[in-house]
Each structure stands twice: as structure tokens, then as C-alpha cells.
């Protein structure tokens, strides 16, 4: 049972518009949640977070949205460029000892120019 | 600015060999983690360490051994591998900031025959 999901496995967007990606949790005791971007042979690397206490979270083009009582976030991309065009992870971080954070699958964000 | 380094970068072994993947890290970071990347399953944790001579088992543990050696180096062990552990293995580090933000390698990509 995956705690954290992100339904749909690839995105096409043309350059310029938004880019939503979506991503949903089933544990509420999560308290940070953090966007990830990843190219191909490389590691993921940090986009943006989160804190479980805000809905609303902004950097640069990159603005993520939670929904507490949905249990939902949401990144947006605006505009969308071609450079963007990689697998977007979303990640929860838990209580544990090494507060260790739970991905979801990965969307793929193709960015058509 | 190293940061996160593992090696070997690709590795292809028989069934039933055993290997070691080498992970440091040059940020003085107290906790690291191993994930396994899959197609359609994103990032699995294997096992992790919240600081150093500390490790426990994350959501996919079976088959792997781990080390800490010191607070730089976390090493993922497979004792006798097996076609099912084919996959990209990705070694991470954490700062235990607010955001619980990890530092991930570029990844091993690892096949079993």
C-alpha cells in the first residue's frame, strides 16, 4: 500500500503553458513535503518543499499547493520550459529517527517547444 | 564539490555473486539513506542510518546488509544477488534540516544475470 501517489505517469505540455503535476497521501502524520526533479543518469535533486502547517509554498516558476483535508498537493510550473522536461517525485518526509521521506512513482514532464 | 559519491556506477553480476556499493559523503551529514529505483515503483527505501552506528531497515530491506563505517561512508551490501535485485540504487544524505531535504549520488546501476 503506498502512502504516497502520483497517478499519472507522464505529462506533455507545451512550452510556455502550466505544468500541474499531482501527488497524493494517505498519512496524515506526515509533516514536510518536498518536490524532487530528476534527469536522466542523474540523482534526484531538491525543487522545492513544503511544511504540513501551510498550503501554499513559491520559488521563482515553481509554486507548490496543499490540501490537508484532501490529502493532496499539487506543483505548478509556470511557464513551463523545455529545460523542465524531466520526472518530478513527490516525497513526504515521516516522524521516524531519520525523519526518512517516502517517494511516490515519478511523473515524466515532457515539455514540447 | 563532491558531494554524495558512489561507486561503481554500473555493475552486472551472476546469480548468486555478492557486491558492495560504496557510498560517502563530504557535507558532514549524521544521516544517510539507500533507495532503489524501479520502473512504476519510484524510490524504495532499502535501509538507513540516522547517524553514525546506527542503521535500520527501511521498506524494502530483504537481501541487503549495510554499514556505517564511519559518519562519511555508508556501504549496501548484497550477499547473494538475485535477478529481482536489478535495479538503480541511489545513495542520500541529510543534514536534518527543517525541510528534511536529502542529497542524492548519481546512482548504481546494478543487473543481475
Known amino acids: 500500500d503506498q502512502q504516497v501517489k502520483q497517478n499519472s505517469p507522464s505529462l506533455s505540455v507545451q512550452e510556455g503553458r502550466i505544468s500541474i503535476l499531482n501527488c497524493d497521501y494517505t498519512n496524515s502524520m506526515f509533516d514536510y513535503f518536498l518536490w524532487y526533479k530528476k534527469y536522466p543518469a542523474e540523482g534526484p535533486t531538491f525543487l522545492i518543499s513544503?511544511?504540513?502547517?501551510?498550503d501554499k509554498n513559491e520559488d521563482g516558476r515553481f509554486t507548490v499547493f496543499l490540501n490537508k483535508s484532501a490529502k493532496h498537493l499539487s506543483l505548478h510550473i509556470v511557464p513551463s520550459q523545455p529545460g523542465d522536461s524531466a520526472v518530478y517525485f513527490c516525497a513526504a518526509r515521516g516522524t521516524g529517527s531519520a525523519r526518512q521521506l517516502t517517494f511516490g512513482s515519478g511523473t515524466q514532464l515532457t515539455v514540447l517547444p | 564539490n563532491a558531494g554524495v559519491t558512489q561507486t561503481p556506477k554500473f555493475q552486472v553480476l551472476k546469480t548468486g555473486q555478492s557486491m558492495t556499493l560504496q557510498c560517502a559523503q563530504d557535507?558532514?551529514?549524521?544521516?544517510m539513506y539507500w533507495y532503489r529505483q524501479d520502473p512504476g515503483m519510484g524510490l524504495r527505501l532499502i535501509y538507513y542510518s540516522a547517524s553514525e552506528g546506527t542503521t535500520d531497515k527501511g521498506e524494502v530491506p530483504n537481501g541487503y546488509n549495510v554499514s556505517r563505517l564511519n559518519k562519511r561512508e555508508f556501504s549496501l551490501r548484497l550477499e547473494s544477488a538475485a535477478p529481482s535485485q536489478t535495479s538503480v540504487y541511489f545513495c542520500?544524505?541529510?543534514?536534518?534540516?527543517?525541510?528534511?531535504?536529502?542529497?542524492f549520488g548519481e546512482g548504481s546501476r546494478l543487473t543481475v544475470l
Open positions: 557535507m558532514n551529514h549524521n544521516s
Open positions: 542520500a544524505s541529510s543534514g536534518g534540516g527543517s525541510t528534511g531535504e536529502l542529497f
Open positions: 513544503i511544511s504540513s502547517i501551510k
